[in-house]
T-cell receptor, first 116, second 115 residues
């Protein structure tokens, strides 16, 4: 089955700096890669996702890049703010349909702390 | 914006007792999921449900677990005889589905504590 590895496990940055979180996956059939932000005691919230037909996607201060050949994808947050502090999870999923119904396999999470 | 809702927010149960966790997915969504998160760990897939039947399940989802969509709105997870290791946060999620993966929206979760 799919295995998703996420690094680093903790990341501490100063406000205004950039933060990068990296994930690798093992299943070459995976083609959907969402990123979730989870604040303490709250639900995981989707912040950005990318499908395998594109290499990069950007939404304001957040971007995700995907390298299908190397089977890794990364989250980039620019101009970090204290409210970006949370746990970030990457995930991978196969194309829904056939024997797959969109099951998400999550990475271990990265605790991001942005210091004012 | 429509949300996935889960009840109760916190459930405390004696070991060996049955527990039912409830979820109301987003109304036009077709795919439903249960995940769990043990404190401080990653989110783990339990089961997916489509067209009124289980479509995929993980090794965690053994005979003690069952899911049901008893009516047009609710989606439930039942644990028949709870164990201490079932203590976790349980998240329900739903998506529009379709051939192209659609985003999964998560509920606020039910914190299950087994004593």
């Amino acid at each position: 089955g799919e295995n998703v590895e996420q690094h680093p496990s903790t990341l501490s940055v100063q406000e205004g700096d950039s933060a990068v979180i990296k994930c690798t996956y093992s299943d070459s059939a995976s083609n959907y890669f969402p990123w979730y932000k989870q604040e303490l005691g709250k639900r995981p919230q989707l912040i950005i996702d990318i499908r395998s037909n594109v290499g990069e996607k950007k939404d304001q201060r957040i971007a995700v890049t995907l390298n299908k050949t190397a089977k890794h994808f990364s989250l980039h947050i620019t101009e970090t703010q204290p409210e970006d502090s949370a746990v970030y999870f990457c995930a991978a999923s196969r194309r829904a349909g056939g024997t797959s119904y969109g099951k998400l396999t999550f990475g271990q999470g990265t605790i991001l702390t942005v210091h004012p | 914006e429509p949300e996935v809702t889960q009840t109760p927010s916190h459930q405390v149960t004696q070991m060996g007792q049955e527990v039912i966790l409830r979820c109301v997915p987003i109304s036009n969504h077709l795919y439903f999921y249960w995940y769990r998160q043990i404190l401080g760990q990653k989110v783990e897939f339990l089961v997916s449900f489509y067209n009124n039947e289980i479509s995929e399940k993980s090794e965690i989802f053994d005979d003690q677990f069952s899911v049901e969509r008893p009516d047009g709105s609710n989606f439930t997870l039942k644990i028949r005889s709870t164990k201490l290791e079932d203590s976790a946060m349980y998240f329900c999620a739903s998506s529009e589905g379709g051939a192209n993966n659609q985003p999964q929206h998560f509920g606020d979760g039910t914190r299950l504590s087994i004593l």
